[in-house]
């Protein structure tokens, strides 16, 4: 192999290398070959040269090449770990009213409420505390949480509805998930369905946070809104 560069390099260098001299004669300019011996010694040390830089090209696109593979593999999903947990819960509230006739200034008489009644307080609320998921598959696990929650009614009528309290949480159970959604399965209660967008991963598919909004039931209706942001 190294035959044929060598002589490539050497009949380039002849046919494209000229310096230009003036002929004394004619008193013109006109190109004159460079040494074929003086291009050849420089072709070889050239040709060394060349070498070197290709098989440094060469290997630097190797590993480009290979980051570039690394950097693209999909990594699953994989929540597994503790996580800082909020939770923010909103219910709507529901009341009846009835009307009586009352007299107007004018001494006609027209239609009033005259009465609400509270059907449903409806439920307020907030947490925080932590949440642990152990996975047993590539799509679920068991999980547990305590959490400190702070909620009330969210209707209020003279003297009724319910007053803002704290108390404290836990549970375990079951999860499972994919790409967009998250299912929480706590012992003895009903299972809870929500939408899910997740943070980064790390190598392992573990995700930094799980943003979590789901319908839920709670004093009394199942119109509720619950939302949950998991940090790692």
């Known amino acids: 192999m190294r035959g044929p560069i060598h002589r490539y390099s050497a009949i380039s260098l002849v046919c494209h290398s000229f ?27 050239n040709e060394g040269n060349i070498m070197r830089v290709m098989l440094g090209l060469l290997a630097s696109i190797i590993l480009l090449v290979s980051a570039e593979g ?4 999909a990594v699953a999903l994989r929540p597994s770990g503790k996580y800082a947990l909020t939770l923010v819960e909103s219910c709507e509230a529901k009341f009846t009213f009835t009307f009586g006739s009352y007299r107007t200034a004018a001494g006609t008489t027209d239609n009033a409420v005259r009465e609400i009644k509270s059907v449903v307080n409806g ?13 047993t598959s590539s799509t679920g696990g068991t999980f547990s949480y305590s ?15 319910v007053n803002v309290k704290t108390d404290t949480e836990s549970a375990s159970g079951s999860y499972s998930f994919t790409a967009t959604t998250f299912t929480l399965s706590p ?16 190598a392992s598919g573990v995700p930094s946070s799980l943003n979590l909004v789901g319908q839920d039931s709670s004093g009394g209706t199942n119109n509720c809104v619950q939302t ?5």
């Open 70 to 73: 690394t950097a693209g593999a």
């Open 123 to 135: 439920h307020i609320g907030s947490s925080v505390g932590y949440i642990t998921f152990k996975p």
């Open 187 to 202: 012992t003895g209660e009903s299972v809870k369905n929500y939408a899910m967008a997740h943070g980064a991963l790390n």
């Open 228 to 232: 949950i942001t998991l940090i790692r």
């Open 147 to 161: 959490s400190t929650e702070i909620h009330g009614g969210a209707l209020r009528i003279n003297n009724s509805g």
């Open 19 to 45: 310096e230009l001299v003036r002929d004394g004669k004619l008193g013109l300019v006109r190109p004159n070959p460079i040494s074929k011996v003086a291009l050849n010694a420089e072709a070889g040390r």
